[in-house]
DNA sequence: GTCTATATGAAGATAGAC
DNA sequence: GTCTATCTTCATATAGAC
């Protein structure tokens, strides 16, 4: 029921124009890229998308192009996750934890780990994605804590000594990433137990906050001797 | 200049026996396996050999098993690599500095992040190389540290409190690799300068032993307010 | 835009001579 | 063991009908 040509294209396109094959070739796209890497075929793309060999290449120019939609689309995704991180900025120990808890459920999540990998592995040949993806995902997160420890550097809560705001939220990260990420990037089988990640994301917290944190907490620590 | 037969088969492979040809291939197949992948093409390591695709056939079942086979050796050189780290036991922040410098220049290096990429990428293909790889390379590096770990706290440099000593290793792990390696994979193109792998080992250092150091260090520490 | 059918090239692996 | 030549399969991409 179309009213004119005119009015058509001024509409935006709500649910047919693009969206439904092309968003479909794209979704399908993403399925098979994360499972099996760049090396996946368009034949798998085509068959998971339920379309043929022509719809792909009408919308997208080959292979390459499709790949960098995916990934693209994907880091996109990553950004609003982690921007969209619920917190209530209080005392800085907390404040971290539920920081350091939301992230790792984002780097471990299956779609997390799979990102990184083809990312990472396709590197060489697709520069711009790496970078992109650093600054989608690990730099966003970055400045999201350098901007809680600017606020309790403010109430007196942390003394970053000589070290810069953002190298301390960059290596509160490096806390937060390394071992859990590690693991289950080499441990594809074993996904770790809630339990576990939370005592990741408490050990990085601990150790930062020994490191770096001076406020009214309890007085309990560094009382050895 | 052949004796007989039979001392012939008797004598080591010094020279020409198994080496010449199937280490021909291997060391082929390392290069091209580390630039491209494992979707690197047989061809492209037949070439880079200099021998015909029956003689790779004629030492390897096909081309997983010669991947396999690359990789493994890339593990247990790396193991080499780290073991044979020379440090001398001293202070506590001295020891952590060497050995952060000293993991960082196999870490970024060209094999070091080409190995981490295939296997990353190939982990759930090839999970035992996964597997071996985090045994090889992450874990013997913490049993490292863990052992100086243990030394220093017999001797009152550090107190670990409540925390493992193999977590403790883990975390400074985490400190060390997290931020440099990320940003190495990401920008393919730009090598960091050895200045700027000296001030990522030492923001390490700084902060592990802000957070666990307790010896008779400088006493300038902490005494702010 | 979408389909079926196909052109074109490349990749893994083998046959058979030496 | 090693080579040249080749078999077979499969992957990217396109042609042409609707």
Redesign the pocket.
């Known amino acids: 029921m179309r009213r004119t040509n005119q009015v058509m294209t001024t509409q935006p396109p709500s649910s047919d124009e693009l969206n439904?094959?092309?968003l479909t070739v794209l979704r399908a796209a993403r399925n098979v890229f994360l499972t099996h890497g760049f090396?996946?075929?368009?034949?798998m793309i085509q068959r998971e998308a339920?379309?043929?060999?022509?719809?792909v290449?009408?919308?997208y120019a080959?292979?390459?192009a499709l790949f960098v939609a995916v990934i693209e689309a994907e880091c996109a995704a990553f950004t609003n996750t982690v921007r969209g991180i619920g917190f209530r900025p209080g005392k800085l120990r907390e404040t971290l934890t539920m920081l350091a808890r939301a992230y790792l459920d984002i780097v471990l999540s299956p779609g997390g780990l799979a990102v990184f990998r083809v990312v990472i592995a396709e590197g060489p040949r697709f520069p711009k994605l790496a970078r992109t993806f650093y600054l989608a995902g690990p730099q966003v997160m970055t400045t999201m804590v350098s901007e809680q420890l600017a606020r309790a550097a403010a109430s007196g809560e942390v003394d970053l000594g000589e070290i810069g705001r953002d190298t301390a939220a960059s290596l509160f990260i490096n806390l937060v990433r390394g071992e859990p990420q590690l693991q289950c990037l080499t441990h594809p089988d074993a996904a770790p137990s809630s339990a576990q990640i939370d005592q990741w994301a408490n050990a990085a917290v601990v150790t930062f906050m020994r490191a770096y944190g001076c406020g009214e907490e309890a007085p309990s620590r560094r009382s050895r001797s």
């Open positions: 439904t094959k092309a090396s996946a075929t368009t034949d339920g379309v043929s060999k022509s719809t290449y009408a919308h080959n292979k390459e």
